[in-house]
T-cell receptor, first 114, second 110 residues
C-alpha cells in the first residue's frame, strides 16, 4: 500500500548506457515530479507533469526524457549516462500542483554511473 | 529569482531545543514547508505554515514566520536522537513548483 513507489532502488551502470527509472503513485494525484538530489543533498526539481502533460522542465539536458503513460505513472529515461548523473532521483506527487499542497515523495533511486 | 537558503549543519544535545533557520526570496509564496529526510529515505512533510500566519505550533514543533524579513524557523523542543535527520525548508510558489533549500543536517548527541 505504498503511496509513491520507485524502481529500481539502486542502479549501478557504465557511462554511455541508457537506463530507465519507474515511478508509480496510488494516491489518485494529478501531478507528479522528478527531483535530483546530488551528493551534497541539494534537491532540485527536474520535471513536473500534470494530467500526463509536461508543465515544468528545469533546464534539464535532453538526454533525460520523462514519460507519463497515465496519471499514476511518471517514468524517467536517461540516454548516454554521464558521471555527473550520479545522484539520488526522487519521484513525488501532489493532488493538483497547487502551492498549498503537500508533496509525497518516493523512497528514491540511487544511481551510480561508473 | 527564487531561492531558499538554510545553514547546512546544526548539532544539539538530547533534551535541548533545536532551531533551524531559513530565508526565502519569493514574496509571493503562499505556503512554506518543513520536510524531514531520514537516512536512505525520501522526504516527508513535517509541518507547513500559510503565509498570513506568524506562528504555528504542533506538539514539539513550532514554526515562526517573519514575512517582512522572509525568514522562517523551525523549533524542535526536547530534541531526541530520533530527530537526527536532514530538514528541508521549502516554499510553495504555485505553478506546479516547490523550491527547496539545501537542507540542514541536524545531529543530536546523546
Amino acid at each position: 500500500d505504498t503511496a509513491v513507489s520507485q524502481t529500481p532502488k539502486y542502479l549501478v551502470t557504465q557511462m554511455g548506457n541508457d537506463k530507465s527509472i519507474k515511478c508509480e503513485q496510488n494516491l489518485g494525484h494529478d501531478t507528479m515530479y522528478w527531483y535530483k538530489q546530488d551528493s551534497k543533498k541539494f534537491l532540485k526539481i527536474m520535471f513536473s507533469y500534470n494530467n500526463k502533460e509536461l508543465i515544468i522542465n528545469e533546464t534539464v539536458p535532453n538526454r533525460f526524457s520523462p514519460k507519463s503513460p497515465d496519471k499514476a505513472h511518471l517514468n524517467l529515461h536517461i540516454n548516454s549516462l554521464e558521471l555527473g548523473d550520479s545522484a539520488v532521483y526522487f519521484c513525488a506527487s501532489s493532488p493538483s500542483g497547487g502551492a498549498q499542497e503537500t508533496q509525497y515523495f518516493g523512497p528514491g533511486t540511487r544511481l551510480l554511473v561508473l | 529569482g527564487e531561492d531558499v537558503e538554510q545553514s547546512l549543519f546544526l548539532s544539539v544535545r538530547e533534551g535541548d531545543s533545536s532551531v533551524i533557520n531559513c530565508t526565502y526570496t519569493d514574496s509571493s509564496s503562499t505556503y512554506l514547508y518543513w520536510y524531514k529526510q531520514e537516512p536512505g529515505a525520501g522526504l516527508q512533510l513535517l509541518t507547513y505554515i500559510f503565509s498570513n500566519m506568524d506562528m504555528k505550533q504542533d506538539q514539539r514543533l513550532t514554526v515562526l514566520l517573519n514575512k517582512k524579513d522572509k525568514h522562517l524557523s523551525l523549533r524542535i523542543a526536547d530534541t531526541q536522537t530520533g530527530d537526527s535527520a536532514i530538514y528541508f525548508c521549502a516554499e510553495g510558489t504555485g505553478g506546479f513548483k516547490t523550491i527547496f533549500g539545501a537542507g540542514t543536517r541536524l545531529f543530536v548527541k546523546a
